[in-house]
Structures are given as C-alpha cells and as structure tokens.
Nanobody, 116 residues
Framework: QVHVVESGGGLVQAGGSLTLSCAAS????????MAWFRQAPGKGREFVAS????????YYADSVKGRFTISRDSAKNTVLLQMNTLKPEDTAIYYC?????????WGTGTQVTVSS
C-alpha cells in the first residue's frame, strides 16, 4: 500500500508562481513513477507532468511545457511541481499519483486558483 498526500495549493494572481509538493509513504520502494494530474470545474482529469523514479525522465503536457517543472527527491519520496507564469486556465484541483506495477495510488488533491 502507498499513501499519497499533496500540499502547496492556494490562490495566486496570473503570472505568479506556486510550488506543489507530493509526499508518498508506505511501500515506496515499489514506485516507478509519480505524476501530476489536474481537474478543472466541469472537465475531466488531465495529465500535467510525470517523472520516473529511476533516471528522472520527465514528461509534460503541451499546455504546461516551459512553465512547469517536475522534480523528485527519491530519498524523501517527494515530488515537486514548480509552476511559473500561471494562467487562469491553470485553475484546477491538482492530484498526485504514485505508480506501481499494476496499481496506481492517488492523493485527495490540492486546489490551485489563478485569478486574472
């Protein structure tokens, strides 16, 4: 079992920055990837960014490339999402996911609101 907790959300003006944190606990030695997703009001959950635990290869959605950076501290089982140049359309609940072979674990989300 893996437990995932997000933190760092809040209200920020357009153009501002925010850093989200995702902490994993439990059987973390079996995690091979962690990722961020988001869900805006009335929309489905969409992929934002992911990072492989081994090697640190990162992937980004086109909508956040060049603005968001995902990083990991494997020793602390923590993943950060640095979000810069935020736009009102980035407003959403941001969810962290820890992936093991055959099983995904989700946090309960953290709200990010970007005012225009």
């Amino acid at each position: 079992q893996v437990h995932v907790v997000e933190s760092g959300g809040g209200l920020v003006q357009a153009g501002g920055s925010l850093t989200l944190s995702c902490a994993a606990s439990g059987r973390t030695n079996t995690i091979y990837q962690m990722a961020w997703f988001r869900q805006a009001p009335g929309k489905g959950r969409e992929f934002v960014a992911s990072i492989m635990y081994m090697g640190g290869t990162a992937y980004y959605a086109d909508s956040v490339k060049g603005r968001f950076t995902i990083s990991r501290d494997s020793a602390k089982n923590t993943v950060l999402l640095q979000m810069n140049t935020l736009k009102p359309e980035d407003t959403a609940i941001y969810y962290c996911k820890a992936a093991r072979v055959g099983m995904d674990y989700w946090g309960t989300g953290t709200q990010v609101t970007v005012s225009s």
